[in-house]
Each structure stands twice: as structure tokens, then as C-alpha cells.
């Protein structure tokens, strides 16, 4: 880690996250690991089922923590399963657990020399996190993270989602 490099280049596009041609995307998930809907079974689906079984041997993984595995039949060599916060209104600690899944999945980049990273907008959909202050937090963590990643795509997957990111990477 070499604490005078530049930041992370930060990309926005919008599409399926399934498909990027990146070291790592990230899969938004849950605290079981084994699978669900939204961008969590998109990733299984595309991955195939070797996933699901590496899934299986790494006992969960708690809320706003990340864990590493590889991507399968997916063009990502890995997929970082991050665990968003369920959205209960804000004051239940969301935002911190929401930056947590940033670093965290930024950390187990480092830790395999990643140097391209995709995440979706984490807890946005089923979780319920409002897209505005999703997307302000997710560009604020990764600008000020310590990271030796090189390029962060963020993948959005509706223009709702973009417009939030557009908002937050301009401000
Ligand atoms: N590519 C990019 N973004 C996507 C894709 C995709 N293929 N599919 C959905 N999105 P969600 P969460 C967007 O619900 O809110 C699962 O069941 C979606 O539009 O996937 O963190 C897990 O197992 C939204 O903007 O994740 C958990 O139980 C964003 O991805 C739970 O959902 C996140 O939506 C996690 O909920």
C-alpha cells in the first residue's frame, strides 16, 4: 500500500453488472451467503452454481463486513459479497454499515491485487436505502479509502440509481 498514490479513477455506467470486464464486482448480499434475488441472483445465475457451493463453506458474513471468492463463469476473476444495511429509517447506524461495505470490499481487493472493482448501488433495492444518500456515501468512501484499486466502475442498473451518483459525483 502506497499511501502518495492518486485516489481511484471513478467510472459510472449503467447496465448489468454481470457482464463488466473488471477483477472484481461486487455482489450485494445477504448475511447467509447462499444466494437471493436482485443483483445477488443475477451474479449467482451468471457465475453458475460452483458459486453457490463455494458460497456455502464460508459461514455468512455480517452486515456491512465483506468476503472474497472467485467468479466462476463470470469475465470478473472475483466476486466481493458485501452485506448492506437494511434500511429502518437512517437512525439505526445505516450509514456507517452502508461506508463499512465500501472499505471492506475495497480491503479484500487490496488484499488480492484487484486492481478494477464494480459495485452496484449496495441496499438500494430490497434493502430499501434511499438512492440520494446511498450514492453520496458510496462516492464519499471510496474517494477517501486507502486502496491500491485503480479504477471503480459504478454500475446502476435504473436511471433513478444514476441520477443519484451524477448528483454525488459532482458535488
Ligand atoms: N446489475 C447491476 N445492478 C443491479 C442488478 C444487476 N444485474 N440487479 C439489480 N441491481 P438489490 P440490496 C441493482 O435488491 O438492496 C438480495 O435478495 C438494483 O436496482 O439487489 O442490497 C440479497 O440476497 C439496486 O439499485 O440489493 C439480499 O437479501 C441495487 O442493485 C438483498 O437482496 C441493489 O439492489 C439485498 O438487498
Known amino acids: 500500500m502506497n499511501e502518495s498514490r492518486p485516489g481511484p479513477r471513478l467510472e459510472l455506467a449503467v447496465g448489468d453488472i454481470t457482464t463488466e470486464q473488471v477483477d472484481a464486482i461486487v455482489n450485494a448480499a445477504n448475511e447467509t451467503l447462499l444466494g437471493g434475488g436482485g443483483v445477488d441472483g443475477a451474479i449467482h445465475r451468471a457465475a453458475g452454481p460452483e458459486l453457490l457451493a463455494h458460497c456455502r463453506t464460508l459461514d455468512g458474513c455480517p452486515t456491512g463486513q465483506a468476503k472474497i471468492t472467485p467468479g466462476f463463469r463470470l469475465a470478473a476473476r472475483w466476486v466481493i459479497h458485501t452485506v448492506g444495511p437494511i434500511w429502518h429509517g437512517g437512525h439505526q447506524g445505516e450509514p456507517k454499515l452502508l461506508a463499512s461495505c465500501y472499505r471492506e470490499s475495497l480491503a479484500r481487493a487490496d488484499e488480492v491485487g ?9 441496499s438500494t433495492g430490497i434493502y430499501g436505502y434511499p438512492a440520494a444518500p446511498a450514492a453520496k456515501i458510496a462516492v464519499a468512501t471510496v474517494q477517501s479509502a486507502t ?4 479504477l471503480i466502475r459504478f454500475i446502476c442498473f435504473n436511471n433513478d ?4 451518483y451524477e448528483a ?3 458535488d
Open 114 to 122: 484487484a486492481h478494477s472493482v464494480a459495485f452496484p448501488a449496495i
Open 147 to 150: 486502496t491500491d484499486v485503480e
Open 161 to 164: 440509481a444514476c441520477a443519484a
Open 168 to 170: 454525488a459525483l459532482s
